[in-house]
């Protein structure tokens, strides 16, 4: 047999699951703004009802605009399959359904992006999802953590604010020996810079809403199914190990093998949750994509030139990016991230609060929005935005504190990026 091609990067990211359209001809992924498909006839309509047959119904579940993105992320990601949704939120939403029951528990580090945080620890709880963060430097926290109902442990790459790393590979030997899958948020590394799958990672999820659309246009978030995890061995994932009422008592994992997480995350949590991605937003993102090797070459670019500046800049004591020497997790970059550890990372001024709202204020080619991954830089005080409803504890564990600010890195000319910082901060 001959053996399947296996494509660069790049060209994965503009061809990927699509190819032109059959009856126009059309060479871009078109735009399926429709609600519904229409069926051949009613046999052709109940075997897609029954995942007998794959196909379009109706744009909640499926759509083949979403579906072109889906097949791109998936094969970048080097993975089976994978499930876009409305937002990374949605994402980590949608990840956890198939693997929780009330009661369940799970471990996450505490370096992550404020949001997940309350997330997992305010509205997860309410579903009896228990977490436990535990600081990640420290390995044996994970270890430590696990009881019998813990069904998976769930990491940052990179984290946000601080662009901090995980042990991933050594995590993951952790969640192998017991069994359980490590999930990773991989939104700030982006499949450029950091494949999790690569490292023993079972489940990534994304907020497609930064680099990888990268335009700062479009929310969105994607599940991946690694494809590498056996549901089936003992009984601690019954959603996917067990007949399935709705679906003619399939067993996902069995009926579908290596994509049966994917496929129970579409087919169950997507349908019942609704919080799918509109063709449009599919589109802007698959064109950001496109992009996405060039941008990120870009930012990884600037940000080391301009961590590099601030780290003996009169006006900051620490500057966290990882590719600096001076960082604890300089190895850790250079073995993960070879590229370079993303552009999002934080500044700590030696002059506190006052001088944090100060800059924030003064700069005029960042722009202060709460979001990162944009071709524009970005800036933010997390502690009283995107990490204000943590506690001061959880503030200072994610990185957070109250002389700290956020910045995103874009593509800019890096010496206006720089005169921009250096003359705020003066
Ligand atoms: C690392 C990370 N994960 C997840 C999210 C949530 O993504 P979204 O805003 O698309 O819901 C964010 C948002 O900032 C994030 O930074």
């Known amino acids: 047999m001959k053996k399947k091609k296996n494509f660069g990067f ?12 059959a009856i126009t001809g059309a ?3 078109p735009i399926y703004q429709t609600t519904s498909f229409v069926f051949d006839n009613t046999e052709h309509a109940k075997r897609l009802f029954s995942l007998q047959d794959f196909g379009f119904i109706y744009s909640r579940l499926t759509n083949p605009t979403v579906s072109v993105l889906e097949e791109r992320v998936a094969s970048i990601e080097k993975s089976r399959a994978s499930v876009a949704c409305s937002s990374g939120h949605a994402a980590q939403q949608l990840a956890f359904i198939p693997l929780l029951n009330n009661g369940d528990h799970f471990i996450s580090s505490n370096k992550l992006y404020g949001g997940s945080i309350n997330q997992f620890s305010k509205t997860f709880k309410r579903f009896g999802w228990n977490c436990d963060f535990v600081e990640p430097d420290n390995l044996s926290n994970f270890e430590n953590s696990i009881r019998d109902n813990t069904k998976f442990i769930f990491i940052e790459t990179l984290s946000n604010p601080d662009g901090s790393i995980v042990d991933i590979e050594k995590v993951a030997k952790i969640a192998k020996k017991n069994h359980i899958p490590l999930i990773v948020d991989n939104t700030l590394a982006t499949p450029y810079l950091h ?7 079972n489940i990534v999820t994304h907020s497609l809403t930064k680099f990888m659309c990268g335009h700062g246009t479009s929310m969105g978030g994607i599940v991946v199914d690694c494809g590498n995890f056996n549901y089936l061995k003992d009984n601690k994932f019954p959603a996917l190990s067990k007949p399935n009422k709705s679906y003619n008592d399939i067993k996902f994992s069995e009926t579908f093998g290596d994509f049966g997480y ?10 019942d949750l609704g919080c799918s991605l509109s063709p449009q937003n599919a589109f802007n993102i698959l064109n950001g994509l496109e992009t996405l090797h060039l941008r990120m070459r ?14 003996s800049h009169p006006q900051i004591y620490e500057v966290s990016y990882a590719g600096l020497k001076s960082s604890k997790y300089y190895k850790l970059a250079k073995k993960y991230m070879p590229e370079g550890p993303g552009s999002i990372f934080t500044i700590k001024l030696k002059k506190g609060f006052k001088a944090c709202i100060k800059l924030v204020e003064s700069v005029k080619l960042f722009s202060h929005v709460a979001n990162v991954g944009d071709t524009r830089s970005l800036i933010i005080h997390p502690a009283s935005t995107t990490h204000s409803q943590l506690s ?5 564990k994610a990185g957070a504190g109250p ?24």
Not at 10 to 21: C, D, F, L, Q, R
Not at 195 to 201: F, L, R, Y
């Open 403 to 426: 002389d700290t600010i956020r910045l995103s890195i874009g593509i800019e000319t890096v010496e206006d990026i720089i005169e921009d910082l250096d003359h705020s901060l003066k």
């Open 27 to 29: 060479r871009n992924v």
């Open 392 to 396: 001061k504890e959880e503030k200072i």
């Open 195 to 201: 494949n999790p799958v690569d490292w023993g990672a």
């Open 10 to 21: 790049a060209t994965k990211t503009i061809h990927s699951g699509a190819s032109p359209e």
């Open 262 to 271: 994917a496929m129970k995350v579409k087919a169950d949590s997507l349908r």
């Open 298 to 311: 870009e930012h990884v670019n600037n940000a080391k030139l301009v961590a590099k500046f601030l780290s």
